[in-house]
């Protein structure tokens, strides 16, 4: 991926701040964030990079997007509401930042021509999924919390986009991204913990469970390598 012009939504965002850190060495990206969950400061070492521009929006707002969507040649969509528990206080959470917001993204896309879109969904859009590593292919798909919920919605719209006005989709069903700027999950909280307490590490379960995790470098490389092969639907094996 080189000479490209790219949008990156949830650019301020864990994965969106690595992702354009691997982009802007060959590309030009504009990096979109209303920094209501990304930092600014997680972007401190590419704002001055001639190959950079950051813009604080909201991709709800359709008009200001399409406003930077002029020579766009791909959109990466990482904005959402990443918090799975914050959907379970605010239901309707999950439904305006990840189903709203990416018809939002679709519309802003459709209205300058820009075709391919890049998103960054998960593995939570399963439910309890019987097979692990789960396949693509796996059916039924019947999430169990309001974000695998919103997920889901997302991707069915950017397939339609895709059937309905010839976009190019890419969606990545990713689980347990961990590396550095992660701010939430079950590594984020052992080294909070820690940090407060080096001597003792409170542990839920027997300790006997496990967990597969994907690093955000390979999770970053894995878009950029794959995007635009097969049927545009990917699942991390791991």
Do not use: W
């Not at 990545?172 to 913990?193: C, E, L, P, Q």
């Amino acid at each position: 991926m080189k000479g490209k012009k790219i949008l990156v939504t949830g650019a301020a965002g864990f994965i969106g701040s690595n992702l354009v850190e691997s982009l802007i060495k060959d590309n030009f990206v504009i990096g979109v964030d209303n920094l209501s969950s990304g930092k600014k400061e997680n972007l401190r070492d590419f704002l001055e990079s001639k190959n950079f521009a950051f813009k604080k929006i909201d991709v709800k707002d359709t008009d200001l997007l399409k406003k930077e969507m002029d020579g766009v040649d791909l959109v990466f969509h990482l904005s959402a509401n990443a918090d799975v528990r914050k959907g379970y206080g605010d239901s309707g959470v999950d439904f305006r930042e990840n189903v709203q917001a990416t018809l939002s993204v679709l519309e802003a896309m459709r209205s300058k021509d820009v075709r391919e879109i890049i998103f960054s969904s998960t593995s939570t859009v399963y439910g309890n999924a019987a097979i692990i590593p789960t396949p693509e292919f796996y059916g039924p798909l019947m999430p169990i919390s309001h974000y695998g919920a919103s997920k889901l919605g997302a991707e069915a719209f950017i397939f339609s986009f895709s059937s309905n006005y010839g976009f190019k989709p890419s969606v990545f069903r990713f689980a347990n991204v961990v590396g550095r700027r992660g701010t939430h999950g079950a590594i984020a909280d052992f080294i909070a913990k820690l940090k407060k307490d080096r001597t003792t590490l409170d542990v839920l379960g027997d300790g006997t469970q496990k967990k597969s995790y994907i690093y955000v470098d390979d999770c970053v490389n894995g878009m950029i390598l794959l995007h635009g092969k097969e049927d545009g639907l990917f699942n991390p094996r791991y």
